[in-house]
């Protein structure tokens, strides 16, 4: 008889998502998914595991400890901040990522934060609903993206995809990342390698696009805010610590932003006395830029295979490996 390969799915998923990621597994591998984060049952859950893959629930320490069977830690998506990889690697256990699979919808979500907050989407909605036809306060209050300068601040697999995307705006796109691209992907996608300070200066709206690290934990600061252009708007779908949001915050309040579009939060769930949500300028969406329907089933079969390459001895993909396998 041959194994069977269980596979922690920390996550607490709806149904039809459960269905949709079953339904693209080996028939090999038995899913578990979580019914709450609750820590005793998560634990519990990988300890008894030969695979851990997880999208917004925690990889702690105390986890690896416990979970001597597991083989391999795939986070659903890509940011991995929340993976606790000095853990792994004192295990040996390989932590893997999904480069690229979720690169599509973020693009579009990014894409739509920009037009919700140059048109004040939110603010618009709420009028209506409250009763109030904002018409003529939209004619001074909204903008329109076609013309300007576009800024994307990393330009990995969802800041190349937004590029791509967005060029039918007719915007001047530039970027900046630690690692410039060659020159015929820069040509292909019609964007312009900028320093980062020339980056905060000339954008008018400028997107985030980095993981979260160190350098780049609070690299949205009063300092920063303050070398970009007036009546900027800001977008960031990468993660909520990136950004100082008191310091976002007097930048909305003062005038000297625009507005921003906001779908990553430091703590999350965001409570709704956040400081960014007091402003009718900030569209805000709850870290659902990646989290669309019909593309779970193509996030999972990438994490799969890479489960299925681990236990068949085949080498593992490059851009998704964080921690090789192995102490």
Known sequence: MSNRWKIACLDVW???????????????????????????????????????????????????????KVRMVHKWGIGF??????????????????????????????????????????????????GRWLKKEARSATRRLDGKTVGLLGFGNIGRMVAQKIRGFDVDLTYYDIQRADRETEKELGI?????????????????????DDGTRAMINDESLSAMKDDAILINCARGEIIDADAVARALQSGKLLGAGIDVWPSEPA?????????????????????????????????FRNMRRLLDGEPLPSADVIVPAGK
């Not at 979580?34 to 320490?61: H, K, M, R």
């Not at 990522?97 to 037009?115: F, S």
């Open 192 to 212: 312009r390698f900028v320093s980062y300070d020339d980056l905060l200066s000339s954008s008018d709206v400028l997107s985030l696009h980095v993981p979260l």
């Open 271 to 303: 409570t709704p006395d956040h400081p960014l949500l007091a402003f009718d300028t900030v569209v805000a969406t709850p870290h659902t830029a990646g989290a669309v329907y019909d593309n779970v089933g193509h996030v999972s079969a990438h994490a």
């Open 81 to 130: 901040d929340k993976i606790d990889l000095e853990a792994c690697r004192k295990a040996g256990i390989p932590v893997l990522i999904t480069a690229g699979a979720n690169k599509g919808p973020v693009a579009e979500h990014t894409i739509m934060l920009m037009l919700a907050v140059y048109r004040q989407l939110g603010r618009m909605d709420q009028g209506i609903r409250g």
């Open 14 to 68: 709806e149904q039809d998502v459960q269905d949709a990621t079953r339904a693209v597994a080996p028939d090999d591998f038995d899913l578990h998914f979580a019914t709450s984060y609750d820590d005793a049952e998560q634990l519990g859950l990988a300890a008894d595991s030969d695979f851990i893959l997880a999208g917004w629930s925690p990889v702690p320490a105390a986890m690896i400890e416990e979970s001597s």
